[in-house]
Structure formats: structure tokens, C-alpha cells
């Protein structure tokens, strides 16, 4: 019921001692007790619940990998899922063929939609790597925001200096190749590019690139915020 969003896990016990929970024609009142999503058959409060078990996963995409479920011609973030796990996936957002890092994968159509929709804003953050030194008055334009043609002005973003070179870039939107404009904006040129947070959720750097694993419950709750 909580993964449903029905309720709180407190709310489900307290439901469950009420009565209002029935396994197979039979109410329940113990919330210790085993259900099995796959053979038992749960309503609450007369209806029934349909349990689909979303599976969520983070990436770290390597270069030359393209963000797609199939491809003509190159290798994409699907076929380096394992084939037994790989129906119904598909990659929340797009990250460039030649861009690296975190992306999500996920089963869950519904999440996808509603997190890849034009309202939906979550901060993304890039590790850059320029080909010219950064200038102060450059991070200044970054942050304020920068015309890209075709798309307006960029909404304010974060920089970090972290050395001459490099610079972390936190965007709040999803503009095509949106990094690279905005480099190119300030006269300026990306050479690596790397995502390495979506909203809350960091990419777990012990993962090797084209290295995948589930999101953690803590991960999962972020991602559905
Ligand atoms: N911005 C880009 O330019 N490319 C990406 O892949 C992601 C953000």
C-alpha cells in the first residue's frame, strides 16, 4: 500500500488493525503478515489493488552510448542492461551520445512522463570541462542566465570553479545540448562533459562507466519528491 502511495507505512498498520484490508476474501488484521504480491489478492476498503513492482535504476553512461530504448546504428543505455532485465525500460531524460554519467532507468512509464514533462524542473548538475580558462565575468553570466537562440534565456544557475579548466554547472532546465550553448554562450568550448546529480540524488561514483544498480528506498523517495 505504501509503494502504491495508498498511505504511510503507520497508516497501513493502523488500517490493517481496523480491519480494512482483505487477502483473498479473508480480512486481516495482523500488518506482520506475509503477503505475496504475485499469487494474493489484496483490497482495501472493497477494492482491489493492482501491484505492479516498478524496477529504478542509475547509469553511469559512458561516451558514445546513446540515451535510447533502440538505436540503427549505435549501442544504447538499454543494451547495457542484462536482456533478462530489460523489458519496459526506458531512460528518464537524454543525455548526449558523447556525454558521460548519471542517468535514470526505469520500467515506470508514469514516473518518466511526469519527470521528463516541459513544467517539471529539477536541478541538474554537470562536472564541465572547458577548453579555455573560465573567467570570473563568464561564471557571472552562467549563473544569471544566457541566450540561447531558438530557446530564450537560460534561468539562473550555479556555478563552482574548481580549478582554470573546470567547473561545476547546476542548470534548471533541459534545453537541447544545453551545457554546450551555454559554453559557447560565454565564448567558450566543452570538451568533457559529465552529469553527476539529478535533483537530490548524486551518481555513486564507485560505479565504472556503462556500471549499473538499483536506486536505494532513500534514492527512490528523492526521485519521486
Ligand atoms: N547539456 C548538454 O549540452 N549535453 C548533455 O548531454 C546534457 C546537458
Given at each position: ?16 488493525k481496523?480491519?480494512?484490508v ?102 541538474k548538475t ?41 567547473i ?58
Open positions: 500500500m505504501c509503494d502504491l502511495n495508498i498511505c504511510t507505512r503507520s497508516e497501513a498498520k493502523s488500517f490493517i481496523k480491519g480494512l482483505n487477502v483473498n476474501g479473508e480480512t486481516v488484521k495482523d500488518p506482520g503478515a506475509h503477503v505475496d504480491p504475485d499469487s494474493d489478492t489484496v483490497f482495501y476498503k472493497g477494492e482491489k489493488l493492482k501491484y505492479i513492482k516498478n524496477v529504478y535504476f542509475m547509469l553511469n553512461k559512458p561516451a558514445g552510448i546513446v540515451s535510447a530504448v533502440t538505436d540503427d546504428k549505435d549501442k544504447t543505455v538499454i543494451d547495457l542492461f542484462r536482456s533478462e532485465n530489460r523489458k519496459g525500460l526506458v531512460p528518464v531524460g537524454r543525455l548526449d551520445k558523447d556525454t558521460h554519467g548519471l542517468i535514470i532507468i526505469t520500467d515506470d512509464g508514469d514516473l518518466c512522463h511526469h519527470l521528463t514533462s516541459p513544467g517539471h524542473h529539477v536541478p554537470y562536472f564541465v570541462g572547458l577548453k579555455d580558462p573560465i573567467t570570473d565575468d563568464s561564471l557571472l553570466k552562467l549563473e544569471a542566465g544566457v541566450e540561447l537562440k531558438g530557446d530564450g534565456i537560460t534561468k539562473p544557475a550555479k556555478t563552482l570553479k574548481l580549478n582554470e579548466k573546470e561545476l554547472l547546476t542548470i534548471n532546465e533541459g534545453m537541447y545540448h544545453q551545457v554546450k550553448r551555454m559554453a559557447a554562450a560565454v565564448g567558450n568550448k566543452v570538451i568533457y562533459l559529465k552529469r553527476i546529480g539529478i535533483g537530490d540524488i548524486k551518481l555513486d561514483e564507485s560505479l565504472k562507466e556503462g556500471e549499473y544498480r538499483q536506486l536505494t528506498k532513500e534514492e527512490l523517495l528523492l526521485l519521486k519528491k
